[in-house]
T-cell receptor, first 115, second 111 residues
Framework: EAGVAQSPRYKIIEKRQSVAFWCNPI?????LYWYQQILGQGPKLLIQ????????DSQLPKDRFSAERLKGVDSTLKIQPAKLEDSAVYLC?????????????FGPGTRLTVT | KQEVTQIPAALSVPEGENLVLNCSFT??????LQWFRQDPGKGLTSLLL?????REQTSGRLNASLDKSSGRSTLYIAASQPGDSATYLC??????????FGSGTRLLVRP
């Protein structure tokens, strides 16, 4: 079974520029998550989708971050404009269901550097 | 607000040693607890998942325990190998089905 795919793997941009990350979850997984992992910290949930609907985006900085999951499969996370503090690894994960008991499977992440 | 703490932040041991990684959480109302491994530049690999009703899970040389009432979990690694070198993350799924992570323990197993 193919895992969670993410692209690009690395991205370097200047502050105030925009960037987009793409995620393809494991086939059949209804729930998709985007996490931000700052160096030396654990991942922090940004947004959770159930199919193509948003379940939780309480920690998403909505003034600059946006995400969508059209057709309930692939997802895109966008940052516009980027700030220096957005430098982090952005991880996508998926699970078969969102209720307790469902393991989350993570992609390799996109490492973003904002200069 | 759920907070997850991992101790120690870093650990260096000689090959062959048994070791224990610790994880504590502030709110016992959890659905499950998961241990992950993260290699440099890679994503997270799930090692063990313990449901809130369970006390432990085992996979090969790994054993994870859960004491929900005291807010603690341990990951025991037997006969450590250099290939075990990585960062180990503990995460709890809280009452709103959100995964809350600790900051991880960075493990180095010396040959």
């Amino acid at each position: 079974e193919a895992g969670v795919a993410q692209s690009p793997r690395y991205k370097i941009i200047e502050k105030r520029q925009s960037v987009a990350f793409w995620c393809n979850p494991i086939s059949g997984h209804a729930t998709l998550y985007w996490y931000q992992q700052i160096l030396g910290q654990g991942p922090k949930l940004l947004i959770q989708f159930q199919n193509n609907g948003v379940v939780d985006d309480s920690q998403l900085p909505k003034d600059r971050f946006s995400a969508e999951r059209l057709k309930g499969v692939d997802s895109t996370l966008k940052i516009q404009p980027a700030k220096l503090e957005d430098s982090a690894v952005y991880l996508c994960a998926s699970s078969l269901r969102d209720l307790g008991g469902g393991a989350q499977y993570f992609g390799p992440g996109t490492r973003l550097t904002v200069t | 607000k759920q907070e997850v703490t991992q101790i120690p932040a870093a650990l260096s041991v000689p090959e062959g040693e048994n070791l224990v990684l610790n994880c504590s959480f502030t709110d016992s109302a959890i659905y499950n607890l998961q241990w992950f491994r993260q290699d440099p530049g890679k994503g997270l690999t799930s090692l063990l998942l313990i449901q809130s009703s369970q006390r432990e899970q085992t996979s090969g040389r790994l054993n994870a325990s859960l004491d929900k009432s005291s807010g603690r979990s341990t990951l025991y690694i037997a006969a450590s190998q250099p290939g075990d070198s990585a960062t180990y993350l503990c995460a709890v799924m809280d009452s709103s089905y959100k995964l809350i992570f600790g900051s991880g323990t960075r493990l180095l197993v010396r040959p």
